[in-house]
């Protein structure tokens, strides 16, 4: 009994250390500048590994100096693939060493999820500025019968851009607050909604533009006096 529990004890002793060596091993591999020799891309089904690489910057090997640098680069994958519909896109790296030269092999590891088609874009807070108007200079538009339009984070920025510029063209100071994304996980969509912040007329402000908006205000005004009457009847 005393000589089962001697070699249970003995044998527990050896595998904890034998971990701590292989941890202290893992953890020391990459504390050094890396000197890379080979870069591999997996996952990537609707691009080209070449073409990524390009695309973030690592044609040359040698430019991934430490594990910080291919941590960035994987977070650059990611975005990459955002910008261009695949909205839930992830990406990690694995860092193998390699026996000869004391080189190392970097390899990116990619999930590209799925791409998000736009259902709907609206506008909320734009009083002053018709709706068709705003989607005549957005990027982002919904999906047609016979064609896809997918959710671009790229786009969207630019939207902000152009529908800002366009207020300030119209003699509106305004901005876009914010932009929210209601996705629906079963159909693999998203309604897109741009919310406004008119703040004042500026000094270009036309006057036929301004009847034109106490016109839009009357009607308002009246609609909502006749919605009140229909709620007590």
Not at 71 to 85: N, P, S, T, V
Not at 146 to 170: C, G, H, T
Request: proline share 2%; net charge negative.
């Amino acid at each position: 009994m005393k000589k089962t529990l001697v070699l249970r004890v003995t044998f527990v002793i050896i595998q904890l250390f034998c971990f701590t060596l292989y941890d202290n091993t893992i953890q020391a591999e990459f504390v050094g500048p890396l000197d890379v020799s080979e870069v591999i891309v997996r996952g990537a089904e609707s691009f080209s590994p070449s073409w990524i690489i390009r695309q973030v910057g690592i044609k040359n090997y040698r430019s991934l100096t430490s594990e910080t640098i291919v941590r960035q680069k994987a977070y650059e994958i990611e975005d990459l693939l955002k910008q261009r519909g695949f909205y839930f896109a992830a990406c990690d790296y694995m860092i193998e060493e390699l026996p000869e030269n004391q080189e190392v092999k970097v390899t990116f590891r990619i999930d590209e999820g799925y791409r998000v088609i736009i259902e709907d874009v609206r506008f909320e807070g734009n009083f002053l500025i018709a709706d068709r108007k705003l989607r005549d200079i957005v990027q982002t538009r919904p999906s047609g019968f016979f064609s896809k339009n997918f959710l671009n984070e790229e786009a969207i920025s630019k939207d902000k851009n152009n529908i800002e510029k366009l207020y300030r063209e119209e003699g509106i100071e305004a901005v876009v607050s914010r932009v929210e994304k209601a996705f629906n996980e079963e159909k693999n969509t998203v309604t897109v909604t741009f919310f406004i912040h008119e703040k004042s007329l500026t000094g270009s402000f036309h006057d036929q533009n301004a009847r034109n908006v106490l016109e839009q205000f009357s009607l308002m005004q009246k609609e909502l006096g006749e919605l009140r009457e229909d709620l007590k009847s």
